[in-house]
């Protein structure tokens, strides 16, 4: 190899006489350090594709024969990726989705997964797939969070083609795709880009090196060539892979110089303060050039800290990403959900308190994959009472989830009510749907999907607060909330009773904001779903009737009465079913 001294890089030309013209052929980088013998063999930092583990060795591969069919996807993608439509995110892991046991418990194919996993996808509601990462790693249990190929997907599933050929029916089904990138950190398999050349290349090489939660090293932000190797990585998934966004993980232990350390483990910024600021540039830049080389999609923080501004654009001062995760109302209301209903009411502010920030964010509402492992129970083991209640407290969170603002996010799993914690090296449990109550579950979160989908008022103002109101926030006593979603429309609203409690209530007057006829466009109690099928109209449970909505049933519907209540002029009086989140539409605009 030759140094070009302007570029500080290495180089050299093979031609393809040499090569063999030979697609397939592995290699690697022999490194010759400057210091102290060092030899060691490497992938290649920018390989397209690499062997599986335990194997290492980067292959000559072409990636760009595949014909892509998704222009009619990519022509519009940002109009249906904008802030004011529906998002709903369902997260998967591809290597334990679904596997084959009479094969060996062996993973699904990229292709296998196009034709299963993408149809299943739509006919669930969800409006994007988002993938733990399938950039090339070493080790299975990283669950993908430890990258070594910065340019390769995973040959565990199949050829970078392959992969190209999930996206593309994804796109064909209308179904955005979400890829989640890892620049906060790296492994320190010796193959990979730890002390590259016998020196911290790629990696700080002071106390800022190291990672103490993951026992990783950090990428060294300061360092220009660091930088375009990273922004380069993240143009090349959504231009060369068409990846419809980027979740961008970690972003918290990036943004503090003391993130997991103790006083004495960190040294403050040249301002005094524990911001780190190489990294925060870096962010911004990135998120600068993407959404300038690519636009119309999307950029997600992980980011669980008070951080201001972190989805305002950087020209205001903002870290410039689209949308950030929710990390707040994600802990607060699992655990209000956890609590026993007869203690539910002493902790009825952990339910509303989001409603004093949704809006100071674009906020994605995550029920992900870091819920439902490390003893941490699954979302169904979750939830307190017997068997039926356990059920009920599942459907009223995901209905009080697909009813507060903002985007949704559900890891693989959810929809079915799993009750082991995720395992990264099985299936998930499908035999569950075998029974009513599983099925149940699976409806719900369909249906909620499509009601999110179809209710302008449930996604327009998703991120703004004229799309919020209460109606009463205050019944701790009754562990009773009740708000109105508007839509653009200011005719068009939606209102939301939930019931958190298994006792049902009878005569519960709630203020409205027009008069005339309100019907029950979802209601989480319903019979269909697993739920007792109380009636708002206070008849009883019971069947609840053939109609002719999506749902196949019956929807209750009461009359506004002019009484006003709640400071509204019009008022209804419901019977709320146990445990239970209840949509209410008004049957037309007229006033």
Known sequence: MRFRHEAGVWELFLPEEVLGGTEGLLYKFEVKGRYGGYLQLKADPVGFYHEVRPKSASIVWDIGRYRWNDDEWLSHRQEV?????????????????????????????????????VPYVKEMGFTHIELLPVMEHPLDESWGYQVTGYFAPTSRYGTPEDFKAFVDACHQAGIGVILDWVPAHFPKDMHGLVFFDGTNLYEYGDWRGDHPDWHTKVFNFGRTEVRNFLIASALFWLLEYHADGLRIDAVASMLYLDYSRKPGEWQPNIYGGNEHLEAIDFLKRLNEVVHEQVPGILMVAEESTAWPMVTRPTYVGGLGFDFKWNMGWMHDTLFYFSKDPIFRKYHHGALTFSLWYAFSENFILPLSHDEVVHEKASLLGKMPGDLWQKFANLRALFGYMWAHPGK???FMGGEIAQWREWDYASSLDWHLLQWES???????????????RTEPALHEWDCDHRGFEWIDFSDADHSVISFVRWAKDWRDCVVVVCNFTPVVRHDYRIGVPFNGVWHEVLNTDWQQYGGSGTRITGQGAGDMGQGTGESGWEAGEVVAEALPWQNRPYSVRLTLPPLSVVFLKRRTHST
């Open 81 to 117: 990726q904008s802030l004011d439509k529906p998002i709903s995110i369902y997260e998967v892991h591809l290597g334990s989705w679904r596997r084959m046991p009479e094969e060996g418990n062996r993973w699904l194919t990229y292709r296998e997964l196009a034709e299963q996993l």
């Open 408 to 410: 949704k996010l559900l």
């Open 438 to 452: 599983h099925q149940g579950i699976q409806r719900l979160v369909r249906d909620l999907n499509w009601l999110y």
